[in-house]
């Protein structure tokens, strides 16, 4: 059983940066793929950028060349780097694992407003 847990939400200005953390337990962190999801008030969860166990990532569409993700399996962390928000990327923000089943964190919210 893997817990997950993520911080470093918040409101921040168009064209500001945040970084959200994830800290992992329970589980050997290093074999599972990472994964952080977003949840916008009234649409559907999506997947925002994936770290698999050897570190290739991939990205949303709408966050490519802004955003970047990276683990550290020496600390059970994964990171999740934002630059250049924008509005639209506002939402909670959850932290994924899987390996067969998925784990979910609680989530962090992100407001991006002037």
């Known amino acids: 059983q893997v817990q997950l847990v993520e911080s470093g939400g918040g409101l921040v200005q168009p064209g500001g940066s945040l970084r959200l953390s994830c800290a992992a337990s329970g589980g050997y962190f290093s074999i599972y793929v990472m994964g952080w999801y977003r949840q916008a008030p009234g649409k559907q969860r999506e997947l925002v950028a994936s770290?698999?166990?050897?570190?290739?990532?991939n990205y949303a569409d709408s966050v490519k060349g802004r955003f970047t993700i990276s683990r550290d399996n020496a600390k059970n962390t994964v990171y999740l780097q934002m630059n250049s928000l924008k509005v639209e990327d506002t939402a909670v923000y959850y932290c994924?694992?899987?390996?067969?089943?998925?784990?979910w964190g609680q989530g962090t919210q992100v407001t991006v407003s002037s």
């Open positions: 994924n694992a899987y390996r067969g089943i998925y784990y």
């Open positions: 770290i698999s166990t050897g570190g290739t990532s």
